[in-house]
């Protein structure tokens, strides 16, 4: 239940086991035997105090919990450990602390209490279990091993010091962080009686071809004048069958050249708060990728952007390409009768990609595309002409900030396009 480190001499064990050699060279040069006895229990002390170290190792179990079960990047996360002696002795005092992998941050070595023998509920070495607890901030996203425990002993003398690492380790799942984002043109289509719904036809049920009272949000052209005269209220009727919009998201996980890991850090935070977004909105959100594929590529709630965000926790960039991911998105865009909110976020993609998605503007609305770093923004002038609305970002900006930047630049380029329809 214990795996055992190498014993070493502590600094007292080290001084005594020091001193130990120096009688026996006294005893050798004033032919002392005193000194030569002396000599000789000082140098084994410290031996020996390792060997008791080795041989009286502690037999404990570790049960290991985390709360939350899954934490965001930069956030807290409540380790709990609760340790059970379950040895027929007693334990000494010892010190612990818990294995923690790269990227974390946790609390330095503490004392551990004495532990009773198995099934001691009290006396002079009280119980035999004790609940640990700590805080540990997590730095990037990812799946992280946290323990095992080590716990460390030493002789009753203080000469010889043992680690020893106890229970099993635990995976604990850092997610991307997700921010709120502002309303957008997909929320005011959600909210003004646009419909931006997908329908598939089919023969009619009662209750979808018996007209109903007008509610907010009922698309205009779904009014049956004949009932509205008759009944001398705004009545509607629907004789398609509603299926949850659309919205789609490009993340540009392909890496050609030596970049920067924090730019894609932020491209899958942004990915993660946006599609969040959009199915807090009712939407089905396909997520598509430049480089192999590592995402399910579909989600909708309820459960939808548990699964999104649990499965960025894993992206990483690739080095070979996902295939003709451009022919995918726009099969899936044409499929949609109505233009669908799409978002393009590159990183470091090969820049003939940027060519083929430009001309998928005509199947998008919104269409964005976050620009994460210098390479990418090459493909600015191509997007741009066909009608993109570019974002430029980098590893400092955070999701609603870009967000923010590009729902102003989306509004902007509205109202000029609205200006050019009026001259």
Known sequence: MAVQSRPMPTLRGWFVGACGVALLGSAGWFGRVDLLFAGLLLTIAPLAAMIAVALDRPWLTVIRTYSPGAVAAGEQVQVRLDVRNVSARATSAMWWVDELPAGFAGPSARMLASLAARGGAGGAHGADAVTLRYTARTRRRGAYLLGPLRVIRTDPFGLARGGYLVGDSKMLLV???????????????????????????????????????????????????????????????????????????????LRE??????AFE??????????????????????????????????????????????????????????????????????????????????????????????????????????????????????????????????????????????????????????????
């Not at 979808?208 to 052209?221: C, H, K, M, S, T």
């Open 257 to 262: 050249h030596a970049g920067d890991d924090l």
């Open 175 to 253: 997610t991307p962080r997700v921010s709120l984002l502002g309303r957008s043109s997909a929320d005011e289509a959600r909210g003004e009686g646009t419909d931006p719904e997908l329908v598939r036809h089919s023969i009619p049920s009662t209750d979808e071809v018996i007209p109903r009272e007008y509610r907010p949000g009922d698309a205009l052209r779904r009014v049956q004048w004949r009932a509205t005269a008759r009944l001398d209220r705004l009545m509607v009727r629907q004789e398609e069958q509603l299926s949850n919009p659309e919205a789609w998201l490009l993340l540009d996980t």
């Open 266 to 423: 932020r491209a899958v935070e942004l990915a993660a708060s946006v599609a969040s977004h959009l199915l807090g909105l009712g939407y089905l959100v396909g997520v598509h990728e430049t480089g192999g594929r590592q995402l399910s590529g579909s989600y909708e709630l309820p459960g939808g952007d548990q699964l999104l965000v649990g499965q960025l926790a894993g992206v990483e960039q690739t080095r070979g390409s996902g295939g003709d991911v451009t022919g995918r998105l726009a099969v899936a865009l044409r499929a949609g009768r109505a233009a669908a909110p799409t978002f393009l976020l590159l990183v470091d993609g090969d820049p003939g990609l940027w060519a083929e998605l430009a001309p998928l503007r005509r199947y998008a609305s919104p269409a964005i595309a976050f620009l994460m770093t210098p390479a990418a923004r090459t493909a600015r002038e191509q997007l741009e002409r066909s009608g993109w609305v570019c974002v430029d970002t980098d590893a400092k900006t955070d999701a609603a900030t870009a967000w923010s930047l590009a729902m102003a630049a989306q509004l902007h380029a509205s109202r000029r396009l609205a200006g050019a329809r009026d001259a």
